[in-house]
Each structure stands twice: as structure tokens, then as C-alpha cells.
């Protein structure tokens, strides 16, 4: 039976309960990209197992791409209109955390940014030492950090930059397009500043 949705949905997982014994994750995942499809997609999931056979103890977690698509799955199911899953009517309410650490709002990433770093050396002149195009840019509130994702000599990386290092914040232009100046505490060992500036172009 479903169970009325009692909170409001504050991040993008839900607790998902009545999971029938044989169901694995690749299945439960599927089934939430169908049911959502509309509205976003089911990024990831877990189920938990008992340890003999590994068969499912009934519940588990789903993220999905935004806060958005968890408050529509949670609604699907509290009003009956989650359709079953092998056979079975799921639960699905609020959790309190995301399995997996990521923006939970669409608004709050960018896909494809240009990453510049350098010296601020006048009052509106910047000098670069280095910069990365195609980089992914996730704003985590939940963690208080920001998360960068680059690519730098075939290797991908991610560069953490938390609420607390940073000192300024501006939003600007760069070329013509819009930008994100950062000034965090810290810095790269090439660089001998105390404040380091990190440009964000999206």
C-alpha cells in the first residue's frame, strides 16, 4: 500500500521500501527512469541485501536528478499512481541525505564550463597561468562545497572548492560571457598568493 507523502522533498533521494526479495538494482533504477521519464531520470540506487543470498530486504534508496523528480516519484506513490513493481505497490517517502554527493537541482550545475586560473594583477585585469575548457561544475549545499570536475593529460580530476576557502564571490563577464569569479584561501604550490582566483565561465 502507498503511504501518504508526510515531508516536503528536500533533496534528490527518496527511501523506497516494499522491494520485493528477487528485485536487484539495474531493475529498480529502470523502473523509476520509466515512471519519471516526463520530468528527469533516476540517477542512481541502492538496495539493501541480507547477506544470505544477497536477496533484497525490502528497501533501499533512489537518487535522481533533481529534487524535482524525487518530490513527482514521491507523489506518484502517495496518490496510487506509481504503477507496481514486479507485483509489488512501493513505498516511497523523503530521505534525508543523497547517496551519492551532487547538486540537487539541475539549476545549480553547469555541463560545460571554462575553468581559468591565475593572478589578479590590477584592479580589473586578471593574468592567466592556466585554464580548462569542457569542465563540469556542480554547487553542493549540502556538503557546502562546489565540485569541478576537469580533464588534464588524459586524466580526469576533481577540484573540491568548500564554501569556507572561498573568500569573494562575484558574478561577472569574461569575453562576453557569463562568469563566476571565485578568490579562495588557498592556492596551487606554482603559486605564491594567499588568495587565489578561480574564474568559472558558463
Known amino acids: 500500500m502507498a503511504t501518504a507523502l508526510s515531508a516536503p522533498v528536500s533533496t534528490a533521494?527518496?527511501?523506497?521500501?516494499?522491494?520485493?526479495?528477487?528485485?536487484?538494482?539495474?531493475?529498480?533504477?529502470?523502473?523509476?527512469?520509466?515512471?519519471?521519464?516526463?520530468?528527469?531520470?533516476?540517477?542512481?540506487?541502492?538496495?539493501?541485501?541480507?547477506?544470505?543470498?544477497?536477496?533484497?530486504?525490502?528497501?533501499?534508496?533512489?537518487?535522481?536528478?533533481?529534487?524535482?523528480?524525487?518530490?513527482?516519484a514521491a507523489e506518484l506513490a502517495s496518490s496510487g499512481r506509481l504503477p507496481r513493481f514486479l507485483g509489488s505497490l512501493l513505498s516511497v517517502s523523503p530521505a534525508p541525505s543523497d547517496?551519492?554527493?551532487?547538486?540537487?537541482?539541475?539549476?545549480?550545475?553547469?555541463?560545460?564550463?571554462?575553468?581559468?586560473?591565475?593572478?589578479?594583477?590590477a584592479e580589473r585585469e586578471f593574468e592567466v597561468a592556466d585554464s580548462?575548457?569542457?569542465?563540469?561544475?556542480e554547487v553542493i549545499p549540502g556538503k557546502r562545497r562546489i565540485d569541478l570536475y576537469l580533464n588534464h593529460d588524459t586524466q580526469m580530476y576533481k577540484l573540491e572548492v568548500f564554501f569556507e576557502d572561498i573568500r569573494n564571490c562575484?558574478?561577472?563577464?569574461?569575453?562576453?560571457?557569463?562568469?563566476?569569479?571565485?578568490?579562495?584561501?588557498?592556492?596551487?604550490?606554482?603559486?605564491?598568493?594567499?588568495?587565489?582566483p578561480l574564474y568559472i565561465i558558463y
Do not use: H, M
Open 132 to 137: 580548462w575548457d569542457s569542465v563540469c561544475v
Open 170 to 196: 562575484y558574478q561577472c563577464s569574461f569575453d562576453g560571457a557569463g562568469a563566476i569569479l571565485l578568490q579562495v584561501s588557498w592556492s596551487p604550490s606554482c603559486c605564491d598568493v594567499s588568495v587565489f
Open 99 to 121: 547517496l551519492l554527493p551532487r547538486a540537487p537541482d539541475l539549476s545549480l550545475r553547469v555541463a560545460d564550463a571554462r575553468l581559468l586560473v591565475g593572478n589578479r594583477v
Open 13 to 72: 533521494t527518496v527511501r523506497v521500501s516494499n522491494i520485493p526479495p528477487s528485485a536487484v538494482a539495474k531493475e529498480l533504477l529502470a523502473f523509476f527512469n520509466s515512471a519519471v521519464a516526463a520530468a528527469g531520470e533516476a540517477y542512481a540506487c541502492e538496495i539493501a541485501a541480507a547477506r544470505r543470498g544477497w536477496l533484497s530486504r525490502g528497501n533501499g534508496s533512489v537518487q535522481f536528478d533533481s529534487t524535482a523528480t524525487a518530490t513527482l
